[in-house]
């Protein structure tokens, strides 16, 4: 006999059952399978720790609980490591990681049936906390795989409570995968017709720490981090001309204040209408699809021809949306070259992009003084000048050391060396310095091609900085001290690279493979994510509803839903279904006599019945005690010869 059986028959009131092996087991694997995709979106070092922790922690419980004062202990240390990572402030990353951390400990009290209920049901919340950090198809995958385990282990529980042996895995699945297919056109159903909102039904809280990416405000030094991370930012397809890789800057936000150290936006001019511009005849028409960043920023190629609805067009002309974008989303957009790009400037603007703190970077005003006095009016002699000396004498690394309180001149007399930070902020000083209006401009350059789609990826390591000078005539023009450098690193691709023999036919292959993943995440983006208001009513056109407003899709999603659950409750009420196909056969044909009275009694033997209706009713009953003496043939003799047949008279005969 089983363990399952041996531990399960005939509890007493009130006795806890407790666990076979295999029930834990099951139950262990469910939670398992649950807490991965969480921990794939945590900090590496929290996602491994708690994937070290979970199993360590099943595996000391094994035999018996651990004590309470234990438990308690691992509970403080667990909470304690997720403030040391994520800080106090609370947020979706903070929540997430603190149910990582007691899902992790959970198994230390799996003893029993209700221990084993209680860890699948809390375990189930895991995929959703994924959820709302990473929507992409592989959390999705282990997400079904996680409700799909905890369905599994809830029927095994629900049999040992009841004292019987389990199903074979195959039949237990087959179960399950009715009850799935039961429920999955009510879950299309929600997911076409419920009404797409502007604003999400409840507030979800920000996130505790910040995604990599654009901000507000740069300091020299600050996006090492950001230079490592090759996830994409967004994916833009063109339709018509592509831009050259060095004529792809997507612009983000301007940075016009400066104190010394850190660049940032200045409210007071993006209050200012829209700078006026003259485009050249180039035009770039995209669709942009940007990640989730939790940001207002939309990058755009530069400069935007047009205003997406739904964004505000700032006056250094960057594009920002009312709500931060914490989904995929997708734009389409429209830019050109300038030939003239605010060629008036305004007196109060022309003093914030001279401002410079007074105490700061001596060596660096002395070299401005000097420059203009040889260069006199000629504002674009400096500027040319400033980048011929960049070229000759500097070098572009990631490497470089925290920059002291003249940050500029240790980076123009000392080091000569950095990254796209040091080198616009540099540069940005030395124009001011000189008399020349200058501010730096963040986002993104490049971008690679994905041949499986054609359309080109913009990675979160593109981000960049670079200058814009103020010059009589033109207006702003956009100057990249760092590609004088190092142009490579900003115009390079990873294409080029492979199609010049750099990296080898390994590594052909691994970025063939990412691009494939790539292209299956864009098609998941596209299909699911982007499935907004617009598609929603496309796909109603075909049914003849032109437009639908939110209330009557509403209607609409309640009255197909009544539907479909009713069709449920049909298929649920008509009960288990005969497997056997000669005993389905012979039910129907029991029921047809039925419903002329002549029903066949709960004890009544086959023949009996037969010998019963031939008697009220001989013409059709000698057909009957014919048919019932073949059925008992082959029902308790064993003879199986000519069932089809047998099949077929049954269902053909009538009283």
Same mark, same amino acid.
């Given at each position: 006999?089983?363990?399952?059986?041996?531990?399960?028959?005939?509890?007493?009131?009130?006795?806890?059952?407790?666990?076979?092996?295999?029930?834990?087991?099951?139950?262990?694997?469910?939670?398992?399978?649950?807490?991965?995709?969480?921990?794939?979106?945590?900090? @590496?070092?929290?996602?491994?720790?708690?994937?070290?922790?979970?199993?360590?922690?099943?595996?000391?419980?094994?035999?018996?609980?651990?004590?309470?004062?234990?438990?308690?202990?691992?509970?403080?240390?667990? $909470?304690? +490591?997720?403030?040391?990572?994520?800080?106090?402030?609370?947020?979706?990353?903070?929540?997430?990681?603190?149910?990582?951390?007691?899902?992790?400990?959970?198994?230390?009290?799996?003893?029993?049936? %209700?221990?084993?209920?209680?860890?699948?049901?809390?375990?189930?919340?895991?995929?959703?906390?994924?959820?709302?950090?990473?929507?992409?198809?592989?959390?999705?995958?282990?997400?079904?795989?996680?409700?799909? +385990?905890?369905?599994?282990?809830?029927?095994?529980?629900?049999?040992?409570?009841?004292? =019987?042996?389990?199903?074979?895995?195959?039949?237990?699945?087959?179960?399950?995968?009715?009850?799935?297919?039961?429920?999955?056109?009510?879950?299309?159903?929600?997911?076409?017709?419920?009404?797409?909102?502007?604003?999400?039904?409840?507030?979800?809280?920000?996130?505790?720490?910040?995604?990599?990416?654009?901000?507000?405000?740069? @300091?020299?030094?600050?996006?090492?981090?950001?230079?490592?991370?090759?996830?994409?930012?967004?994916?833009?397809?063109?339709?018509?001309?592509? &831009? %050259?890789?060095?004529?792809?800057?997507?612009?983000?936000?301007?940075?016009?204040?400066?104190?010394?150290?850190? /660049?940032?936006?200045?409210?007071?001019?993006? @209050?200012?209408?829209?700078?006026?511009?003259?485009?050249?005849?180039?035009?770039?028409?995209? *669709?942009? *699809?940007?990640?989730?960043?939790?940001?207002?920023? !939309?990058?755009?190629?530069?400069?935007?021809?047009?205003?997406?609805? #739904?964004?505000?067009?700032?006056?250094?002309?960057?594009?920002?949306?009312?709500?931060?974008? @914490?989904? &995929?989303?997708?734009?389409?957009?429209?830019?050109?070259?300038?030939?003239?790009? *605010?060629?008036?400037?305004?007196?109060?603007?022309?003093?914030?992009?001279?401002?410079?703190?007074?105490?700061?970077?001596?060596?660096?005003? +002395?070299?401005?003084?000097? /420059?203009?006095?040889?260069?006199?009016?000629?504002?674009?002699? =400096?500027?040319?000048?400033?980048?011929?000396?960049?070229?000759?004498?500097?070098?572009?690394?990631?490497?470089?050391?925290?920059?002291?309180?003249?940050?500029?001149?240790?980076?123009?007399?000392?080091?000569?060396?950095?990254?796209?930070?040091?080198?616009?902020?540099?540069?940005?000083?030395?124009?001011?310095?000189?008399?020349?209006?200058?501010?730096?401009?963040?986002?993104?350059?490049?971008?690679?091609?994905?041949?499986?789609?054609?359309?080109? =990826?913009?990675?979160?390591?593109?981000?960049?900085?670079?200058?814009?000078?103020?010059?009589?005539?033109?207006?702003?023009?956009?100057?990249?001290?760092?590609?004088?450098?190092?142009? *490579?690193?900003?115009?390079?691709?990873?294409?080029?690279?492979?199609?010049?023999?750099?990296?080898?036919?390994?590594?052909?292959?691994?970025?063939?493979? #990412?691009?494939?993943?790539?292209?299956?995440?864009?098609?998941?983006?596209?299909?699911?994510?982007?499935?907004?208001?617009?598609?929603?009513?496309?796909?109603?056109?075909?049914?003849?509803?032109?437009?639908?407003? &939110?209330?009557?899709?509403?209607?609409?999603?309640?009255?197909?839903?009544?539907?479909?659950?009713?069709?449920? $409750?049909?298929?649920?009420?008509? #009960?288990?279904?005969?497997?056997?196909? !000669? !005993?389905?056969?012979?039910?129907?044909?029991?029921?047809?006599?039925?419903?002329?009275?002549?029903?066949?009694?709960?004890?009544?033997?086959?023949?009996?019945?037969?010998?019963?209706?031939?008697?009220?009713?001989?013409?059709?009953?000698?057909?009957?005690?014919?048919?019932?003496?073949?059925?008992?043939?082959?029902?308790?003799?064993?003879?199986?010869?000519?069932?089809?047949?047998?099949?077929?008279?049954?269902?053909?005969?009538?009283?």
């Amino acid at each position: 006999m089983s363990a399952l059986a041996t531990s399960a028959i005939a509890p007493s009131a009130g006795t806890p059952v407790l666990l076979d092996r295999g029930s834990r087991g099951w139950a262990l694997a469910a939670a398992g399978l649950a807490l991965l995709p969480l921990l794939m979106t945590l900090p @590496s070092g929290l996602g491994f720790g708690f994937g070290l922790t979970a199993p360590v922690m099943a595996w000391l419980a094994w035999r018996r609980p651990l004590p309470g004062w234990l438990r308690m202990l691992l509970a403080l240390a667990m $909470v304690m +490591a997720v403030l040391a990572v994520m800080g106090t402030r609370l947020g979706r990353d903070t929540g997430s990681a603190l149910l990582a951390a007691m899902l992790a400990i959970k198994p230390t009290e799996l003893r029993t049936l %209700r221990d084993a209920r209680s860890l699948v049901g809390f375990a189930l919340f895991a995929p959703f906390a994924a959820f709302l950090l990473d929507q992409g198809p592989l959390v999705m995958a282990f997400a079904l795989a996680a409700v799909l +385990a905890g369905l599994l282990t809830l029927q095994r529980l629900a049999d040992l409570e009841a004292g =019987i042996p389990p199903p074979r895995p195959r039949q237990r699945l087959a179960t399950m995968g009715r009850l799935v297919a039961i429920g999955l056109p009510l879950a299309l159903l929600a997911f076409w017709l419920f009404p797409r909102l502007d604003t999400p039904l409840w507030g979800v809280p920000e996130r505790a720490i910040a995604q990599l990416g654009l901000s507000d405000s740069m @300091s020299p030094g600050g996006w090492l981090d950001l230079m490592a991370d090759d996830t994409p930012a967004m994916r833009a397809k063109f339709q018509g001309p592509v &831009p %050259r890789p060095e004529q792809m800057y997507w612009r983000g936000p301007v940075l016009l204040d400066y104190d010394g150290r850190t /660049w940032t936006r200045s409210r007071w001019l993006e @209050s200012l209408p829209p700078a006026r511009t003259e485009p050249g005849a180039i035009r770039w028409r995209y *669709e942009l *699809e940007v990640e989730a960043t939790d940001r207002r920023d !939309l990058p755009a190629l530069d400069l935007p021809l047009v205003v997406p609805e #739904g964004t505000q067009q700032l006056h250094g002309l960057s594009l920002v949306t009312p709500r931060p974008l @914490s989904a &995929p989303s997708r734009w389409q957009l429209q830019s050109a070259p300038p030939t003239r790009f *605010e060629p008036q400037l305004r007196e109060l603007v022309r003093q914030r992009a001279l401002a410079l703190p007074p105490d700061r970077d001596p060596r660096t005003h +002395a070299l401005a003084r000097q /420059w203009r006095q040889d260069a006199g009016t000629d504002d674009q002699a =400096i500027v040319d000048r400033a980048l011929g000396w960049i070229r000759s004498d500097f070098a572009y690394t990631l490497d470089t050391p925290l920059p002291g309180r003249h940050a500029v001149d240790e980076f123009l007399f000392e080091t000569r060396a950095g990254y796209c930070e040091h080198f616009s902020s540099a540069f940005t000083v030395l124009m001011r310095a000189a008399g020349i209006p200058a501010r730096v401009v963040t986002g993104y350059t490049g971008g690679y091609r994905n041949p499986f789609g054609d359309y080109w =990826i913009i990675r979160r390591m593109d981000a960049h900085a670079w200058v814009e000078v103020w010059l009589d005539g033109p207006g702003w023009v956009r100057v990249d001290p760092t590609a004088a450098v190092a142009p *490579e690193r900003i115009y390079d691709t990873l294409e080029r690279r492979i199609g010049t023999g750099g990296g080898g036919l390994d590594a052909l292959r691994l970025d063939r493979l #990412g691009d494939l993943t790539d292209w299956l995440r864009r098609g998941w983006n596209d299909l699911v994510l982007g499935f907004d208001a617009n598609r929603q009513q496309a796909l109603l056109r075909p049914l003849g509803l032109q437009r639908l407003q &939110p209330s009557q899709l509403l209607l609409l999603f309640v009255a197909t839903a009544a539907l479909a659950l009713a069709g449920m $409750v049909w298929l649920l009420a008509r #009960g288990e279904r005969e497997r056997d196909p !000669l !005993l389905r056969a012979w039910h129907r044909l029991g029921r047809r006599y039925a419903r002329l009275g002549l029903g066949r009694a709960p004890h009544e033997p086959a023949l009996a019945w037969a010998v019963r209706v031939a008697a009220a009713h001989p013409r059709s009953g000698q057909a009957l005690l014919a048919l019932s003496r073949r059925f008992a043939e082959a029902r308790y003799a064993g003879r199986h010869g000519g069932m089809r047949r047998l099949l077929d008279d049954l269902a053909r005969h009538r009283p």
